[in-house]
């Protein structure tokens, strides 16, 4: 198991276009993390699935946003009509339940809203 | 739902200088406790973690933290930096529903 593989990397796309983030959990992990940073900060929850279930949205998470966990493996997170806002760091993250032993992070894609 | 404190938000050190990143967290019954790292344009990797036990808590590279009950902080060390260390640093908290709240961060510049 290679860890949380996040993809693309990088995104540049035009405002008012659509984009889709993947993420490949650890593959034991029954939880799923999306977080969003933007520059200066630290990471902002945004939403997490157990399993298939998405359990927790933030207010963050406005209704252009949508995330899936289909069968509980990868996730897909998706913004629909970018705004230049939605510029950021968008990282997953998995861990296994019922512990809080450790939250293992992807190395995130990069959004830029042009 | 907690709240993390970090309360310098750029430490400059010396090389071979010892080191402490500070991290408050809000009071709760039950908390777990992280340092990441993050370096330019990576995710973050996990330096420690508190989950009970030991309050101090040794991790990769040379870092400890310690887990102060009564003070409610989880304040990184390191007794001698490295130029390698220069990164960004974050401090977080989960509860009882095991998502963890992050702070700003804290970015170490290490000096030779």
């Known amino acids: 198991d290679t860890g949380v593989s996040q993809n693309p990397r990088h995104k540049i796309t035009k405002r008012g276009q659509n984009v889709t983030f993947r993420c490949d959990p650890i593959s034991e992990h029954n939880r799923l993390y999306w977080y969003r940073q933007t520059l200066g900060q630290g990471p902002e929850f945004l939403t997490y699935?157990?399993?298939?279930?998405?359990?927790?949205k933030s207010r963050l998470l406005s209704d252009r946003f949508s995330a899936e966990r289909p069968k509980g493996s990868f996730s897909t997170l998706e913004i629909q009509r970018t705004e230049q806002g939605d510029s950021a760091m968008y990282l997953c993250?998995?861990?296994?339940?019922?512990?809080?032993?450790?939250?293992?992070f992807g190395s995130g894609t990069r959004l830029t809203v042009v | 739902a907690q709240s993390v404190t970090q309360l310098d938000s750029q430490v400059p050190v010396f090389e071979e200088a010892p080191v402490e990143l500070r991290c408050n967290y809000s009071s709760s019954v039950s908390v777990y406790l992280f340092w990441y790292v993050q370096y330019p344009n990576q995710g973050l990797q996990l330096l420690l973690k508190?989950?009970?036990?030991?309050?101090l808590v040794k991790g990769i590279n040379g870092f400890e933290a310690e887990f102060n009950k009564s003070q409610t902080s989880f304040h990184l060390r390191k007794p001698s930096v490295h130029i390698s260390d220069t990164a960004e640093y974050f401090c977080?908290?989960?509860?009882?529903?095991?998502?963890?709240?992050f702070g700003r961060g804290t970015s170490l510049i290490v000096h030779p």
């Open positions: 993250a998995s861990s296994p339940i019922p512990r809080s032993d450790g939250y293992t």
């Open positions: 977080a908290a989960s509860g009882g529903s095991y998502i963890p709240t």
């Open positions: 508190y989950l009970s036990g030991s309050t």
């Open positions: 699935f157990q399993n298939e279930a998405q359990l927790e």
